[in-house]
């Protein structure tokens, strides 16, 4: 994960973060635990943080979204200026996602609390991969 600059998004503690996922889950009568701890496992609650080598254009933000996943769900959230980078906007809108159970789209939420398919699917893709690879080898 990269770390980038970013002058749209307030400068916030962890705790401020953490505050936050607390205030956004229980507006939306969240877990708020879970939904707190997938925040951290995919940015460690950094608002600048970018996963460049994420293989669909690079995830971004405190909750490392794709770029037009945030863009389409800010509008349904009420947040039609909402910006990617600023951890708030980011958190309100991951937050309005899982109200309408799109937790899924969250690789962290699916190996964290069980989405056996997803991680069937990602075994197999990963061995099949591996497959490939050592076909070219020969």
């Known amino acids: 994960m990269t770390v980038i600059s970013s002058s749209t998004s307030p400068i916030a503690s962890k ?3 953490y505050d936050e996922t607390l205030r956004v889950g229980a507006k939306y009568h969240l877990d ?3 939904f707190s701890k997938v925040i951290f496992c ?14 669909y254009g690079g995830s971004r933000g405190v909750g490392q979204f794709l770029q037009p996943t945030f863009d389409h769900y800010k509008k349904l959230a009420g ?12 958190i309100e809108v991951m937050g309005y996602m899982w109200s309408i159970n799109q937790q899924r789209q969250w690789s962290v939420w699916r190996i964290l609390y069980g989405d056996m398919q997803y991680l069937e699917k990602q075994k197999a893709d990963c061995e099949a991969s591996y497959s490939r690879f050592l076909n070219t080898l020969q």
Do not use: F, H
């Open 15 to 17: 705790s401020a973060i």
């Open 32 to 34: 708020t635990e879970r």
């Open 42 to 55: 995919e940015s460690g609650y950094n608002p600048k943080a970018l996963n460049s080598s994420d293989p």
């Open 79 to 90: 947040l039609p200026d909402g910006d990617v980078w600023n951890y708030k906007d980011s």
